[in-house]
């Protein structure tokens, strides 16, 4: 329990350390998690509710950001998109909880790295995002999946209409990706320091 309440409290505390160590500039597409970040009073309903629902929130996690659950609009997980985290079927702080108390039991390195990789991807999901911000190299992603990369000789020439045919602004494109990573980084650094500690 008092590791729970630890994380609880040491969450937003990492969070704001870890803009400070990366200089996140602010984005003019996504403003950072981290300056907004809400604070959660811990409680025994919310302990109680990871403590049942354990096993429920690894395995939808791992399933979200593998592709074989989808989000909560029907839709699956892209890691080049920025959801709100209303399309999570679970609270977002729940999911991180037991994701980090899962890496802190992991019986080896492997399964270890499995947690701290599936603890990136909590970086597409941000309140200060409305619905989704979409970067629009998904759009060419989508197309090619649509077409199956083209393999069919026959629909290769509308796969490469579709394609000429999507907007083209590849500074929006950098720049939502350089934010999505550096969120990405400062996930890594705040898992590091909640599971070596």
Do not use: C, H
């Not at 008092?2 to 003019?28: C, E, H, M, R, V």
């Not at 899962?102 to 080896?108: I, L, M, S, V």
């Not at 909590?122 to 990369?149: G, H, L, R, S, W």
């Not at 500074?171 to 550096?182: G, H, R």
């Amino acid at each position: 329990m008092d590791n729970l309440i630890g994380y609880i409290i040491g969450i937003p505390i990492l969070l704001f350390a870890a803009y400070l160590i990366l200089a996140i500039p602010y984005s003019t597409v996504v403003k950072p998690l981290y300056l907004k970040t809400k604070k959660y009073k811990s409680n025994k309903s919310d302990s109680q509710f990871i403590k049942e629902n354990f096993d429920n929130l690894i395995d939808y996690w791992a399933g979200v950001f593998e592709g074989t659950i989808k989000l909560e609009d029907g839709s699956k997980f892209n890691d080049n998109t920025i959801y709100n985290p209303k399309y999570l079927k679970y609270s977002k702080k729940y999911l991180e909880i037991a994701s980090i108390s899962a890496a802190k039991n992991a019986k080896n390195k492997k399964i270890y790295y499995a947690f701290r990789t599936g603890y990136m991807w909590f970086a597409n999901f941000n309140e200060n995002v409305k619905d989704k911000i979409v970067n629009p190299t998904q759009d060419v992603q989508e197309v090619m999946d649509k077409y199956n990369y083209g393999e069919d000789p026959k629909m290769l020439n509308k796969m490469i209409s579709e394609l000429a045919k999507l907007p083209q602004d590849e500074k929006k494109s950098n720049k939502i990706f350089s934010t999505i990573l550096k969120t990405k980084l400062a996930y890594l650094k705040k898992f590091d320091d909640l599971t070596t500690k």
